[in-house]
């Protein structure tokens, strides 16, 4: 079975520092990701919480796998409101890397998320994730080179 996992990178014209920050900053993360605040002490394994601006919902959690700051961040994540009300055990949940590189000033954010082979409804589950990340990466691009 082949692995379905979504693979995005985008260049943006800023150092690393500019986009880590808006990738953690909870007032820049509600202008991308659809209104929510993102709730961390970036600490490795520690919780991750996507919690919405205007209703104080929890749209999505995890917890961070892997960090080193201004270059990596790893986290779990599942939608505990997934219309499809899927059950909140680990295999449903999938990791979400965000690795930075930088040359020149401008900065590479490469994203991947995934594997969602094992996870209920997993290609329905990544075909959705690839749009998601399609909308979000050029806001990400538009918010840092501001």
Not at 62 to 78: E, N, S
Not at 87 to 94: C, G, H, K, L, R
Not at 98 to 116: C, I, M, P, R
């Amino acid at each position: 079975m082949k692995q379905l996992t979504v693979k995005k990178t985008i260049e943006i014209n800023v150092p690393a520092s500019k986009v880590w920050d808006v990738l953690t900053n909870r007032e820049l993360t509600k202008q991308y990701m659809f209104d929510c605040e993102l709730i961390s002490d970036f600490k490795l394994g520690n919780p991750i919480i996507w919690r919405g601006a205007s209703d104080d919902k929890v749209y999505v959690k995890g917890t961070i796998t892997g960090i080193t700051p201004g270059k990596l961040l790893q986290f779990t994540v599942f939608d505990p409101n997934a219309a499809d009300h899927y059950e909140d055990v680990p295999s449903n949940y999938t990791t979400v890397t965000y690795e930075l590189s930088s040359k020149n000033g401008h900065t590479a954010l490469a994203v991947t998320q995934g594997d969602f082979t094992g996870v209920t409804n997993g290609e329905k589950r990544y075909n959705e994730t690839i749009g998601g990340w399609d909308s979000i990466l050029p806001k990400i691009k538009e918010l840092a080179e501001k």
